[in-house]
């Protein structure tokens, strides 16, 4: 999203020195040998206040809007939390119930899953988020191409996998369904392969859901599972997991910042080792971060990690991220796509190497501090491209890992010069200024320099921003444009 453009800088800056790989491993082995997820629990033969004096000694660069503060006597003795009287919203008592029933506070990535996607109250759930009046705007949102250019790939694709006559396309986190709804258009001329599609969109807000049926021109009467749309006359299902799409036909997936809202667990290096970030409640009621005072269940997915990581880059980390809903995800992918055929296509905003401490929120196309007002503010996190290319490759021999590339070089490559100019030929010229602007974000590089309007207004480019990573069965061969 143009929502975090600024982030990558913040990340390289918070960079701090950490001697290598090994001392990771031993500091992480040397707290596992006590209980693995006791967050009220100390390690052996560490008292509560060594354990929390050891975090008053660590140096701490927390992003701008979570500032770390320890709570003593909050990790083994955590406060009573209802007592206070309370203009709480529903999403926020709810959050602190479940830090009152465990007794303990909860993860950075429990937090991040009950404020996204939280049946009640979670900020995806119940509202259009996306566009000017939204919070933030996403490619597909920004020009048509970009829907048309991942159409462009999905047949392609097809054509390598020799023009199957039914093929399963599936959209995780489709949004307004403008990027399937582009690509059907896109599409509609090639009727051989609009004909063979069944697409099954993989959403989990009821709100959007609604609105994706509306953009696809879909009937809302016909249930989630037996709907057309209209456009080029696809049938379309709605779903909540991969799991649910039918297996048995050659599949193509996409995954447009989606990744980037899988809820994600944040590890700071302390002087014993490895700590998760948690969330507690303080005792003004307020809620806070706090170090875990020894190894979570996610530390797993920190040594994981690590192993996959070169040791230069894990020598300079004092922040890591890591997203097993990510690498899980991943897996069922690329099994999914070595039993059926077919091939995943992966766009977002990330790195090409371990993300550091890249967690943000954003309301109303502003970054605002990530426990402010819960469901109020999208959060995301940058995607770690190499943790999806080891998942993929570590679950299945039959398929093959391209990527990532950025995204000017995915939709230049795949022709968007081209489609641009073809259709600025042919449009009035307040249309050719938001084609412009369009490719620009798509496409450019930081601020536009042709552009002439009010600064704040300045498109920024997304073209390096966005990453393109291909999970494809060997069988279909190098997809378009990754050769
Ligand atoms: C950042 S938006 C991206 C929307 C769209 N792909 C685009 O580019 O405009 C994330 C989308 O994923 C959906 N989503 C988030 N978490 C999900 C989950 N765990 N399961 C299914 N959908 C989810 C949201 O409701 C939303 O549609």
Redesign the pocket.
Known sequence: ?LRRFIGQASVAQRCRHLSGRQELVDSVRRCSSSSAAGLTKVPLGTTVEQAVDAQYSDDYTSQPSAKISVDRSGLNNPPEHSHEPSTDSELVKHLKSIIKFRGGPISVAEYM?EV??NPKAGF??NRD??GAEGD??????VSQM?GEMVGVWAMCLWEQMGQPNRVNLV??????G??MADLLRGAKKFEKFTEALHIHM????PA?KKI?KLTLKCNDDDGDENTVSALTGTRVSWH??LEEVPTGLPTII?????Y???PVHQFQKASRGWCEKMIDVAEDSKFHVVLSPQPTPATLYLLKRCKWARTEELSKLEHVEVCP?AMDLTQNIAKRISTDGGGALI?DYGLDGIVSDSLQAIRKHKFVNLLDDPGSA?L?AYVDFPAIRHSAEEVSEDVSVYGPITQSQFLGNLGINFRVEALLQNCTEEQAESLRTGYWRLVGEGEAPFWEGPDELTPIGMGSRYLAMAIVNKKQGTPVPFQ
């Open positions: 999203m899953e996204l996607i995806y759930i988020v996306f933030f705007i996403t490619s597909p949102e970009f959209e995780f986190g489709p949004g307004r403008t990027l993989i959403e989990v807000s959007l994706q909540a997991t996409i995954a447009h910042e989606f980037d809202a899988l809903k766009i999208d995301s």
